[in-house]
């Protein structure tokens, strides 16, 4: 019987989330899409400690990181692209830091 052959650098499986009208689709956490969610998991984390302590820690451990941008070579368009994305990551981490409280 013939062995059937593969390529070692095929791609295998599936790449990335599933994405449907703009909204990711994760068939893992259904029930936490949307705003009916997201108070869900607010109720999660304020009556589990556990859940809550892994929130807080994730939640400090990426705050406490300087992300960085930088261009992919020495021209112009590639230092005011990194100079854009710099800027907009960092309006974005401002934004979610204040955000993200869970009361």
Known sequence: MPTKKFSLWA???ISG???????F???YA???RGPSGVLKM???LRREPAAYTSWNMVTLA???VR???TPAAESKADQDAAEFVDQCFQDTITSLASEVQIA
């Open 30 to 32: 259904e029930i936490l």
């Open 62 to 64: 990426a705050s406490s």
């Open 17 to 23: 989330v599933q994405e449907y009208a703009g909204l």
């Open 67 to 69: 992300w960085t941008v």
């Open 25 to 27: 689709s994760d068939r």
């Open 42 to 44: 607010a109720r999660v």
């Open 11 to 13: 791609e295998m499986g």
